[in-house]
């Protein structure tokens, strides 16, 4: 009995802690975002619908063109305004909103976030991307495999020209295989 005790003690301790830092995190000063959210999922349950970007829609319709949604524990700001999207992106904000989520992928997947999907903006990345220009995306580097693209290009159209003799072909399923 005093196990099942000491276990719901520290589940309602959890539950409380949980509940207060997810009261506290709302309060910043965000953007608007729909009433109803669940602790666990956030308003993951206004996006059931199979159309998304209609649902997007609606929600900037009735909250602006900025908004914030919790997409489960993350925190996601949906701009649907052009003008909006070149004032975070294109002017003074473009820096802050650079780097990416960090994910536990990053740390063990590509060495402590050191590669450069996973690298936070700053100098080591500039550097990753300056790379990757000179040395993989150079002419000299894509005319070399160009005849391998080509040869792929080659293969996928004779597939789909075989499958679609008879009927119509779906490309998506044929472009993975």
């Not at 993951?44 to 649902?55: A, G, S, V």
């Not at 992106?89 to 989520?101: M, Q």
């Not at 990757?132 to 160009?146: C, E, I, K, M, Y």
Request: glycine share 4%; hydrophobic share 40%.
């Amino acid at each position: 009995m005093n196990y099942t005790f000491l276990f719901l003690t520290i589940l309602i301790t959890i539950l409380i802690t949980k509940l207060f830092l997810w009261l506290y995190r709302s309060n910043k000063n965000l953007p608007p975002s729909p009433s109803v959210c669940f602790p666990i999922i956030g308003h993951l349950h206004l996006l059931k619908q199979p159309l998304l970007h209609r649902t997007l829609l609606h929600l900037s319709h009735s909250l602006g063109p900025v908004f914030s949604l919790r997409l489960g524990s993350r925190l996601a700001v949906v701009v649907s305004c052009p003008a909006a999207a070149e004032e975070c992106f294109l002017t003074k904000n473009d820096i802050v909103l650079a780097n990416r989520p960090r994910f536990t992928m990053g740390k063990y997947v590509a060495y402590d976030y050191t590669s450069m999907v996973t690298a936070p903006y700053g100098d080591h990345w500039r550097n990753l991307r300056r790379i990757t220009a000179l040395q993989v995306f150079s002419t000299h580097r894509l005319n070399g495999s160009a005849e391998i693209r080509q040869d792929e290009v080659k293969r996928l159209l004779q597939k789909l020209y075989g499958l679609s003799i008879q009927r119509p072909a779906k490309v998506g399923p044929n472009i993975s295989s």
